[in-house]
């Protein structure tokens, strides 16, 4: 039996798709079986990003409404042959498919796979709660700006109502503006969210090239991004490893007279 | 306050929940002020099936009596009424157990020993039969318990101020119960909910009484009582105490970056000045000629 994770955040466009496709594959690197699910029904994204667009036939709302079989609608990954995704419709919208229905869908995939991650749309609205309906742990992201934290801030507070438990993920951490000053530092975020951090993902521009390419940037080994993804999956199969530090380092004067 | 006693009380004791009748009045005077008391504190949603114990011996009841009761609280307030504890009668074999214990230890009774102690519980009205005999006290309790009689007998004041919460109250006439034991005599009193959580945004807590919170309330949550407001934590959100007019309610938190701090029908709205200003110590809202101060406090004044 797997474990099904939904991946949200309530604001948009802080990575929650990029997010999803970069685990997924480097959980399925290190060889778990894996599929990922683009719960954004009607904006799907997640196809793009792991460059499987033209290979859709079928997809999230055809098997829902048992037009065609789970097994027919999931699509193998180019590379790895443990992953795969469910395309979400890009015809429907998110009243096309139930809570109720999302569950058993990811009661059915948990059978099969490790892991059934979820992709979940921006807002709090149907989407969110059919995304939320089959999971059993979610993974909250988040940029270090007030607006994705006062957001994320409220999901948590939902996921709460719904008794799943939540973890961090914080995404695009800028090194040099924590250290100047003018971003929160992962501290500051943690401190208001009070949640347990999965991961700390640093502004990387490679991560704006792969997804264009449809390679997600964990399979670039010197992207620190990609670096960042590969230990979330280690820590999502229990391997917990230290999540470093990213400040620069100090010179000796810095260290002896601190900041 | 704790300077009349009404007639039907529920209030904590050390993590459960205590059933306080007034030994002078009639049952169904009693039944009535519970009756009311549920309805009024909406408790139905609030309990959901907690338990609850008969406390002291305030008032003598028959099996029936104790079952009509307990009937009422289910319906009315969800809540399971259990007779005190059965070990009371049957004393315990290790007697250093600090006494706030006890309720926990209530829990972990076997199903016969609850189900002999619901027999007894009709007859149980003597003063042996009271929670914390002296024996599981320790000696400095037993020295407070008698500081607490002797001056209880001796003299009462007159309330001072009295939630409008027990309209049908009588003087206070009774012995001082044992459950009382660690109240100093006419100590200022009242009741609170503890809420051990960070309150994320979109949550709020809605309260008679006063509340504690053991977290943060974060930006977009909310706090809303009809009494004092403690924050053990940063307030980032809305606070808003004595909601129900209440102008000497405050409000402490360790640190304060309100949205909104509200007290009775004032409104204060930090000003993002103020925010940066943020003092990294304790601080309390009060009123004060229809101002609401925010000062620094290393010190409750009351």
């Known amino acids: ?259 | 306050m704790k300077l009349e006693k009404p007639v039907v009380e529920i209030k904590g004791f050390g993590g459960t929940l205590g059933l306080l009748l007034d030994s002078e009045a009639l049952f169904d005077q009693v039944v009535e002020e519970l009756k009311k008391l549920l309805q009024r504190t909406n408790s139905k949603g609030f309990f959901r099936g907690a338990e609850i114990f008969l406390k002291g011996d305030r008032h003598k009841l028959s099996t029936e009596e104790f079952e009509r009761l307990k009937r009422i609280l289910k319906q009315e307030g969800d809540l399971h009424l259990k007779p005190v504890a059965a070990e009371i009668a049957k004393p315990q074999p290790e007697k250093e157990v600090p006494p706030e214990v006890f309720p926990d230890a209530e829990r972990l009774l076997s199903p016969e020993q609850s189900l002999n102690a619901e027999e007894s519980a009709g007859s149980r009205a003597d003063v042996e039969a009271v929670p914390l005999s002296n024996s599981e006290v320790s000696p400095f309790h037993q020295e407070l318990l008698k500081a607490e009689q002797n001056t209880i007998s001796e003299s009462f004041p007159s309330p001072k101020e009295n939630p409008a919460e027990n309209p049908a109250k009588k003087p206070e006439t009774d012995d001082t119960p044992e459950e009382d034991l660690f109240f100093i005599p006419n100590m200022k009193t009242s009741q609170s909910l503890l809420v051990r959580q960070t309150l994320h945004s979109g949550q709020s807590v809605r309260s008679k009484i006063s509340v504690v919170l053991m977290g943060d309330v974060n930006a977009g949550a909310e706090i809303v009582s009809d009494q004092d407001v403690f924050v053990l934590g940063t307030i980032r959100g809305m606070v808003h105490a004595g909601a129900g007019g209440n102008r000497d309610a405050r409000v402490f938190a360790l640190r304060f970056q309100p949205t909104q701090i509200r007290i009775a029908e004032l409104i204060s709205q930090p000003s993002s000045e103020d925010k940066k200003k943020a003092q990294l110590a304790p601080e309390i809202a009060f009123i004060e000629d229809d101002v609401i101060y925010i000062e620094t406090c290393w010190k409750l004044r009351v």
């Open chain 1, 1 to 259: 039996m797997g474990e099904a994770i939904v991946i949200t955040s309530g604001k948009g466009g802080v990575g929650k798709t990029t997010s999803t496709a970069n685990i997924s594959v480097a959980l399925a690197e290190l060889g778990k079986s894996v599929v990922a699910i683009d719960g954004d029904i009607g904006l799907r994204n997640l196809d793009i990003i792991l460059g499987l667009e033209n290979r859709i036939v079928y997809n999230l709302v055809d098997v829902v409404k048992k037009r065609c079989r789970a097994k027919q609608a999931l699509i193998r990954d180019k590379k790895n042959r443990q992953l795969f995704l469910l395309p979400a419709s890009q015809v429907d919208d998110k009243s096309a498919v139930s809570p109720e229905e999302m569950k058993e869908l990811c009661r059915e995939l948990k059978e099969e796979f490790d892991f059934v991650l979820i992709d979940c749309p921006a807002g709090i609205e149907q989407g969110f709660k059919n995304a939320l309906a089959g999971a059993d742990r979610a993974i909250v992201v988040t940029t270090p700006e007030v607006s994705s934290v006062r957001d994320a801030d409220r999901v948590i507070g939902l996921l709460q109502h719904h008794n799943i438990s939540a973890s961090l993920l914080v995404n695009r951490l800028s090194v040099k503006m924590v250290e100047a000053g003018e971003m929160m530092s992962k501290e500051d975020v943690m401190d208001i969210l009070a949640i347990d951090l999965l991961g700390l993902i640093v502004e990387d521009p490679e991560i704006v090239v792969s997804g264009n390419q449809g390679t997600p940037v964990v399979l670039n080994e010197d992207a620190p991004a990609g670096q960042a993804y590969r230990r979330i999956a280690k820590r999502l199969c229990g391997d917990w490893v230290e999540v470093p530090s990213f400040e620069q380092k100090k010179g000796f004067f810095a260290k002896i007279f601190g900041r």
